[in-house]
């Protein structure tokens, strides 16, 4: 419950940090909201010796209308995502599965890019942004790149982000404010899901993701394939777990995810239809 | 006016609130003390093993460290867990030849710092030679299985048959129609208070000491302490700041205050140790645990003919309070019930896992649990509602003398079982909720209503606990002071007790100081468990100031040349009756006490004893739950909780619906949430609250609370305990309620806690 001895890194802006990183090399990590990497740090399963600290970056944390899409800077807080105007009339599933991240405190701290970063099949946000086809933007000292959000999440806790890179922006597209939904199914309000099914519409066609139902946050692409070939939603439900290879844990076994994942796939669609 | 009518019944605010909001009243983790070293424990790793060769070398030489200890270099006598337990248990509080559960202690470091300690510690190298491991009960009574206790070879710590109980009942069933059996899991959960465990032990002059422990008994554990470390208990202070919930798990003495202590002692140098919650949930004593075969033999019209249980009670590695807690199943097995014959076996069992001890009823919730859960089962096999089979074999209201004995091995004291059963039914519209589930079963909705009943009685300051101590004495500012010997971990003793003090002797509740929780100040004391305190040390200071009433009234009427007879209360001391101007106050009385010559103010004014209750008390209540089960899912949702429980008479609503709504919630927590887990290899796999599920607000309706008020004749408060009810009513009625919005689907049983999938699990299995 104590962290192993580190050093500490405050950065003033998103260059400040980059520079840091790339200064102090491999051992070294970006403290965002801290919602994901204290706890590693303080069982000891992360033990990073300098934390470069970009919870101050202001200049990361915005939420802009960028003409074809929604600018969200990596910085953003969970609860300001949730409480965003813009977000809610122009990608509201973005805002609502926001809302149902962890509890109050985590909200307030924790940040879109560090979920995103940290590379959790558990995490909400990132089965969102699968589904939402989200483009991610990477900064290094050797410059800008930018990622699908298929792409970005390649295995287990494991991302495309390399040890200099910060992430400093999200792009999701104007999917509109209405016609999505998001099954969160825990067993406590703080929990992350044991299963969950997101849906938006984009361009008029349903999207489908899903959180913890393998190593990386998923798009159900048979349901959407199904659906566009005028299956009834719940037919198109019954493929929700198709290629899937979902985690056994205490709260649920390999069939009863996949059972849940139909469930809350055909629940979610029915929601947002 | 002092004396309007009685403050005694109102819901008066509690006074230790203040401080705790504002944080101002300290815990035992704000203290500093000068000098004060950190100690940090190597836990082992692994849950049965022959500890080979521990090497401390790197961790000696790390910064901050001023010492490591292991059982090679820190002598201390084993530790009995429980006084009736013979000694080959003892547990070593650090591990000598073997370890036997994960979180026995191996090794100890001292640094300056708890970050060094902490760093040190990581650095210790332990070879550990594996042995098989038992973490379940039946595997470990199973022939072949290995001792782990040299001397236990079966691997049965305590039963009933240690104390001459448990046989056979010739005939038991003969009089049964039909005989209804249940194999019932009462699983294993954690206490887990806010404030977890912890010890600063600091050397005085002369050998002696003084040990800061968070407990809720610090009589018990300066006995437990001293014996440890080898000082005279009278050269042993132990005392407590606030504490942050117990739970009963703090009533426990912990193998970690010995170690520290005597490290304290070896170094002469003041040491800490604060709990972190990953060890609170290896180390500190846990509770329940009981595997049930129960069989009830009945009538066709539902009348109870015989009970038979045969409990299974987990002890852990070294057995605790936990392998007598089945003597409680036992003691309550016949509940609110006429139960004509009894058969009652059971035997606590030794597994490699934590040590199990008291925890919220202790005891007498498995006892209910194992007769409402059967109690249904042969509700639905006689097509009888569950009310009215429960009616049928409810135990007529009674008053001693005459009350019954229940299983025999305690004499109730006042019931009225029908009452709070008929008030719950009446508040929850019991034919409403059975009219709306039929309709969701006719309709065969996804989301089903599922109704759950429980009657209980409990026992409270149980086991020989309903003496204690207590002592008011008034000072010369005119306030006055009550010590007791329980030790209040939340529960609002400082209120209750003032609230005592104010009715009797007229001082305002805010001029009355409690002290408690110093052994110092105190001289005796069995400390806050069992629901004990109110009923046993608020009595005591009830008695204690009528005490001082008599003494004061006996100076007032010499200074004031009147006869005793009419000295009365007046407004801040007292009065020649009906003569309000010839008053003394309270302070003049405690001046002039000394000199009075009086007998008994050689101290001045106060008034000491020891309180006798003469025997336990016995509150009951009933409680109904409503839950809704998502057939597709398995999610429970609970959706109403009705509970109407009848402490005896009520001092404070408040301190009492706060008791309520508490143990109500871990009551529930049990029923749906909360267990404790290990893998096969003994690893705990629930050791943080991430894993260990405790509910929070946002999982629990608004509970719906009712009293009934049956006082007891056994104090002058006529109070019973509170503190335990909402753990041992609850669970029942929420796990009845979850097996009944399932019976649709002939789910006969679901064990605790009622996770979505275990209850999608029974589903599919029903459905075949
Ligand atoms: C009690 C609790 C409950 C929670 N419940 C949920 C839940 O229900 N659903 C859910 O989705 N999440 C949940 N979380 C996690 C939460 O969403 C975290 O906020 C999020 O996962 C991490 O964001 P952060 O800003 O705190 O990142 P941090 O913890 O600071 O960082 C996480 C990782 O990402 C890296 N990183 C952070 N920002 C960047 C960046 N801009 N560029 C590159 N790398 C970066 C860090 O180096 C680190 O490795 C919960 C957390 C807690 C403590």
């Keep these: ?273 | 006016m002092a004396v309007q009518g009685s403050i005694l019944g109102n819901p008066v605010k509690r006074k230790e609130d203040a401080g705790i909001l504002n944080g101002t009243t300290e815990y035992f983790d704000d203290l500093k003390i000068d000098g004060m070293l950190h100690i940090a424990f190597v836990r082992s790793t692994v849950a049965h093993a022959n500890l080979g060769a521990i090497d401390t070398t790197d961790a000696e030489a790390m910064p901050g460290v001023v010492g490591v200890y292991t059982a090679d270099n820190l002598e201390m006598p084993d530790v009995n867990g429980f006084i009736m337990l013979p000694p080959t248990m003892n547990r070593p509080p650090l591990a000598k030849g073997k370890v036997r559960f994960v979180g026995d202690i191996v090794a100890a470091v001292v640094a300056n710092t708890k970050a060094e300690a902490v760093d040190a510690a990581e650095t210790v190298i332990v070879d550990y030679d594996p042995l098989p491991v038992l973490v379940d009960m039946e595997a470990s009574i199973a022939d072949g299985a290995i001792a782990i206790h040299e001397g236990q070879p079966n691997n049965i710590a305590f039963g009933a048959a240690g104390m001459g109980m448990g046989a056979p009942v010739e005939g038991l069933m003969d009089e049964a129609d039909v005989v209804v059996k249940g194999r019932f899991v009462n699983q294993r959960v954690a206490g887990v208070p806010m404030e977890p465990n912890g010890i600063i032990a600091i050397p005085e002059a002369d050998g002696a000491m003084t040990a800061w422990i968070p407990t809720q008994g610090p009589h018990g554990q300066r006995g437990e302490l001293a014996g440890v470390i080898g000082i005279d208990a009278e050269k042993l202070r132990v005392r407590a700041a606030a504490v942050g919930g117990g739970f009963g798990s703090k009533n426990t003495f912990h193998v970690e205050f010995g170690i520290t202590a005597k490290a304290a002692i070896v170094l002469n140098r003041p040491v800490k140790w604060t709990e972190t919650r990953s060890e609170n949930m290896v180390s500190m004593v846990q509770g329940r645990g009981q595997i049930q075969y129960v069989e009830l033999g009945l009538k066709r019209d539902g009348t109870i003919t015989a009970l038979r249980e045969n409990v299974l009670g987990e002890a852990g590695a070294y057995p605790s309070l936990g392998a007598f807690l089945p003597f409680f199943t036992h003691t309550m097995a016949c509940a609110v019930y006429n139960v004509p014959k009894l058969e009652f076996n059971w035997n606590a069992v030794l597994t490699n896992t934590t040590s199990i001890a008291a925890y919220r009823g202790a005891g007498r919730p498995e006892a209910t649990q194992a007769i409402e859960r059967i109690l249904d089962m042969a509700a639905v096999e006689l097509g009888i509602d569950p009310v009215d089979i429960r009616r049928k074999n409810l135990m007529p209201k009674f008053e001693a003398p005459g009350a019954p004995a229940g299983s025999g091995l305690a004499m109730y004291d006042t019931g009225d079982y029908a009452a709070p059963l008929d008030k719950a039914l009446e508040a929850a519209d019991y034919p409403a909720l059975r009219a709306e589930q039929a309709k969701r079963r006719a309709n065969n909705d996804v989301k089903q209503l599922g109704i759950g009943v429980s009657v209980y009685v409990e026992i409270t300051a149980p086991a020989g606990l309903h003496i204690e101590y207590g002592k008011v004495e008034i000072n010369e500012d005119g306030s006055a002071n009550a010590y007791v010997g329980t030790s209040a971990h939340g529960q609002g003793h400082d209120t209750a007790f003032s609230m005592i003090v104010q009715e009797l002797l007229g001082i305002p509740m805010d001029k009355v100081t409690l002290v408690q929780s110093d052994t110092a100040l105190v001289p005796r004391g069995s400390g806050t468990a069992g629901s004990r305190s109110l009923q046993t040390a608020g009595s005591a200071v009830f008695r204690a100031s009528e005490g001082v009433l008599e003494t004061a009234k006996q100076i007032a009427a010499n200074l004031l040349e009147a006869n005793v007879d009419d000295i009365v209360l007046g407004d801040g001391g007292l009065q020649v009756a009906g003569v309000p101007s010839k008053l003394i106050g309270w302070g003049e009385l405690a001046s002039k006490a000394k000199a009075s010559g009086i007998e008994g103010t050689a101290d001045g004014l106060m008034h000491e004893l020891d309180f006798d209750g003469q025997q336990s008390s016995f509150p009951f209540g009933s409680h109904i739950a409503v839950v809704e089960v998502d057939t597709e899912t398995g999610k429970v949702e609970l959706l109403r909780h009705i509970a109407v429980d009848d402490c005896g008479k009520i001092l404070n609503p408040m301190l009492v619906r706060g008791q309520q709504h508490g143990g109500i919630a871990q009551g529930i927590a049990q029923a749906l949430f909360e267990w404790v887990q290990y893998d096969e290899d003994g690893n705990p796999i629930t050791a943080n609250l991430m894993d260990y599920a405790i509910p929070s607000a946002a999982e629990l309706p608004s509970f719906e609370t009712y009293n009934t008020e049956t006082p007891t004749h056994l104090n002058p408060l006529g109070a019973k305990g509170i503190g335990e009810s909402g753990t041992i009513g609850s669970t029942p009625a929420v796990q009845n309620a979850v097996v009944d919005a399932l019976q649709p689907f002939g789910v006969k049983n679901l064990d605790m806690p009622a996770s979505s999938q275990r209850v999608w699990a029974a589903i599919q299995e029903a459905r075949g």
């Design chain 1, 1 to 273: 419950m104590i962290p192993a001895a580190f050093e500490y890194v405050r950065a003033g802006s998103a260059d400040e940090a980059i520079a840091a990183i790339a200064e102090h090399g491999e051992d070294a990590k970006f403290l965002a909201g801290g919602m994901s990497l204290l706890p590693l740090m303080k069982l000891r399963l992360a033990t990073p010796t300098v934390l470069v600290d970009v919870a101050r970056v202001r200049d990361l944390s915005y939420i802009t209308d960028a003409g074809d899409h929604i600018a969200i800077g990596a910085l953003t807080r969970h609860r300001d995502v949730e409480t965003s105007t813009l977000l809610a009339q122009e990608c509201g599933v973005v805002a609502s599965v926001a809302a149902q991240v962890g509890d109050n405190q985590v909200r307030h701290r924790g940040t879109i890019g560090g979920s995103v970063a940290h590379g959790d099949a558990a995490s909400d946000l990132p089965a969102a942004l699968v589904a939402l086809d989200a483009t991610f933007v990477l900064r290094s000292g050797s410059g800008e790149r930018t990622i699908g959000a298929s792409d970005f999440f390649t295995g287990f806790l494991e991302t495309a982000l390399n040890a200099d890179e910060l992430l400093t922006e999200i792009r999701v597209p104007k999917a509109g404010a209405s016609g999505f939904n998001f099954q969160k199914f825990n067993r406590r309000a703080q929990d992350w899901a044991i299963v969950g099914a997101v849906v938006a519409t984009v361009d008029g066609a349903k999207r489908v993701g899903l959180v913890n139902m393998g190593n990386t946050p998923l798009r159900a692409t048979a349901v959407e394939a199904a659906l566009a070939s005028g299956a009834s939603i719940a037919d198109a439900a019954l493929s929700a777990a198709d290629g899937c290879e979902p985690p056994t844990d205490l709260n649920a076994s390999v069939e009863y995810r996949e059972h849940l994942a139909r469930v809350l796939v055909r629940r979610a669609l029915e929601a947002s239809a």
